[in-house]
């Protein structure tokens, strides 16, 4: 009777806390959606140009492009909370997530005459890649950034500012810029979501669209 008795209260010590899981499960979706929707709204009013979503806000979060892209784009797309087909367990995990990733990509109008790349905690790999034109990649280091980034071009110092820019604005936030010329065209800044509230969000997109300016001057 006293092994039955024991066998009951783990089964219950384990049905009380599926049902604090589920419960927290559930909560952070409803964090998640109405996250997604904030943030979609301060996309929509950053820009005159239509906001088209691939998915609409929702607690896997969302996909959208503007249409027509903001000048210097001819692409500018906005993906918060990753890929649409992540596995059940994948999106499980996600909905208990502290923060997620937002990248804002796209494409340039035209080629940039000057490149960058910087990632958190790490040298840019294309700075030290063997591959053609890969030593054409310069090593920089910021005491103001904390870390090593990488540019390409006669003239990449307006570039450089906007980093900086980036960073004093969303330094703790800031996980990866790139802006490349060879194809396939690469722009993208990528971001953690934790503290980054909505009405910051329309001076991130004109701090992104300087950014692709000074990689076409």
Do not use: C, K
């Not at 005159?48 to 210097?72: C, I, K, V």
């Amino acid at each position: 009777m006293v092994e039955l008795t024991a066998d009951r209260l783990v089964w219950v010590s384990l049905a009380a806390l599926a049902v604090l899981l589920l419960i927290g499960w559930l909560a952070r979706r409803l964090r998640r959606s109405r996250r997604s929707q904030e943030l979609a709204e301060a996309f929509r009013i950053s820009l005159r140009s239509q906001l088209n979503f691939t998915y609409a806000p929702s607690a896997r979060g969302f996909q959208a492009h503007f249409e027509p892209p903001p000048e210097p784009f001819d692409q500018f797309n906005i993906d918060y909370g990753g890929p649409s087909n992540r596995s059940l367990l994948d999106r499980f995990i996600a909905g208990l997530a502290a923060s997620d990733l937002l990248v804002i990509y796209g494409r340039l109008a035209s080629r940039p005459v000057a490149e960058i790349s910087w990632e958190r905690g790490r040298i840019p790999g294309r700075a030290l890649a063997r591959r053609s034109r890969g030593s054409l990649w310069e090593r920089r280091r910021s005491e103001i950034l904390g870390s090593e980034y990488a540019v390409r071009g006669a003239d990449t110092s307006a570039l450089e500012h906007v980093l900086v820019d980036l960073q004093a604005r969303f330094g703790p936030l800031l996980e990866a810029v790139t802006v490349q010329a060879e194809e396939p065209r690469e722009f993208q800044v990528v971001l953690h979501t934790g503290a980054l509230e909505a009405r910051e969000v329309p001076a991130l997109v004109i701090t992104v669209r300087a950014l692709g300016r000074a990689a076409l001057r």
